[in-house]
């Protein structure tokens, strides 16, 4: 089993004013701690290990302090964003096979969504898992060639418990990363190529169905502060006090629950996506480019599944 390279670098972060509400420790450093990937992204803290994708690698790397990356998922359908269900399972976005799995045996894959009615899905990019047993996933085309038969649109959608996909958005061009408040009331959504964090009000439940209503826009990322710098909105996830932390331009982009901006942390290469890890869950993870970066703050990270797990 090949082991990638461990490289415990530190990067300084830039010069910034130090806001006083940040939950970035004063002096905090990034730290690269593997690289020699083409492209992660996807990542979710799971037994002890942070688990990311490779997205053109076709691999999911299990990542610890002493092991380094090894593989754990090979091949893995070229996933994206990986989640956990109630039962600890590996939910996978997965662009090369355009449909959301489960990992149900180390290889034993059990397809959860491919089609929306009776087309094929673009190629399932991020998903959130609601407590109730809900998946909400955002569906860009990133994983398909121009010439694959395509939806036409870019869609934001839930998937029930029992196998039903209903469509919630498509007005958003690139829909990319996706999570949930910590109330369950709101769904957050990047729109990635242009910069832009959208939140809307998640109404219903699995009895009445679900609708988004409200959506309006909480930030445009990479301004001011780095308003020349090139990239992204991507994955995001949130911590115990209801904070946002976006993949960005720059790196993280830290808000508040209402869109104002806190911190930002700078990462080099491409950043993509970043998830809570560590048994304390104060180690933020961020994948980004060919690399595996870390650093740890002021805070706690959200439970995956907030109202199953003592919220």
């Known amino acids: 089993m090949r082991t990638l390279l461990l490289a415990c670098a530190l990067v300084a972060l830039p010069a910034l004013a130090q806001p006083t509400n940040s939950p970035v420790p004063e002096g905090a450093e990034v730290q690269r701690v593997a690289s020699g990937f083409q492209f992660v992204e996807g990542p979710v803290w799971k037994d002890g290990a942070l688990l990311f994708s490779d997205i053109p690698g076709n691999t999911v790397y299990a990542y610890t302090d002493a092991d380094g990356a090894t593989p754990y998922l090979h ?7 990986l ?3 109630a039962e600890g399972r590996l939910l996978l976005a997965q662009h090369g096979r355009r449909q959301l799995a489960r990992l149900d045996a180390p290889h034993v894959q059990t397809t959860l969504a491919g089609r929306y009615g009776d087309e094929r899905l673009n190629s ?3 998903l959130a898992v609601h407590s109730d047993g809900s998946v909400f996933f955002t569906d860009p085309p990133y994983g398909v060639t121009p010439t694959d038969p395509q ?9 029930a418990p029992d196998g039903t996909v209903t469509l919630l958005d498509a007005a958003l061009h690139r829909p990319n990363g996706i999570a949930l408040s910590l109330d369950e009331r709101t769904l957050y959504v990047t729109n990635s190529e242009t910069r832009q964090l959208f939140a809307s009000d998640l109404d219903g439940d699995l009895d009445t169905g679900y609708a988004l209503t409200r959506m309006r826009e909480l930030a445009t990322l990479g301004a001011p502060t780095f ?3 090139e990239g992204y909105t991507d994955g995001l996830k949130l911590d115990t006090e209801g904070r946002l932390y976006v993949t960005s331009p720059i ?29 304390d869950r104060r180690t933020l993870y961020v994948t980004s480019g060919t690399s595996l970066y870390r650093i740890r703050l002021n805070a706690t990270g959200a439970p995956v599944l907030g109202k199953q797990n003592g919220k």
């Open 75 to 81: 091949p893995s359908g070229n996933s994206n964003g």
């Open 83 to 85: 989640a956990l269900d």
């Open 124 to 126: 399932p990019n991020d």
């Open 151 to 159: 939806l036409g649109f870019s869609g934001v959608y839930h998937l």
């Open 227 to 229: 308003a020349e710098a």
């Open 251 to 279: 790196g993280v982009s830290i808000l508040a629950p209402d869109g104002t901006l806190i911190d930002e942390i700078a990462v080099p290469e491409q950043t993509t996506n970043c998830a809570w890890g560590d048994d």
